[in-house]
């Protein structure tokens, strides 16, 4: 967070391109906690849950390396008085999080349990 205190400047009193940015940190956070859960989950389901893990660990550090360009963009359009909606990160992101529910639901109901 140090760097981005050094960043680019804006006059958003409410500090909205900080508190987005915390929000891509939780959800960050959030998919590395997910993939955390997943490992319980190997000895009990198998090698499929790797796939699990790596989608989760994929989207976290996706979202962790696009974070500065999506700060910066967002000063960027406070200071120009348009900002159009970060569409394609929260699709993204929406989709990882389908697609994980998807295989969890596959993993649970249809794989069988290794004694």
Do not use: C, Y
Request: hydrophobic share 50%.
């Amino acid at each position: 967070m140090s760097a981005l205190r050094h960043g680019p400047s804006h006059g958003d009193t409410g500090l909205q391109p900080e508190r987005t940015d915390l929000a891509w940190g939780r959800t960050t956070l959030s998919m590395v906690v997910a993939a955390a859960v997943f490992l319980r989950w190997l000895p009990h389901h198998g090698w499929f849950v790797g796939t699990l893990v790596g989608t989760a660990i994929l989207t976290a550090t996706a979202i962790n390396f696009t974070r500065k360009i999506r700060f910066h963009r967002a000063v960027h359009g406070i200071n120009q008085e348009h900002m159009p909606p970060d569409v394609a990160s929260t699709a993204a992101v929406a989709a990882s999080v389908v697609i994980l529910s998807l295989l969890g639901i596959h993993t649970v109901l249809f794989l069988p349990l290794n004694p």
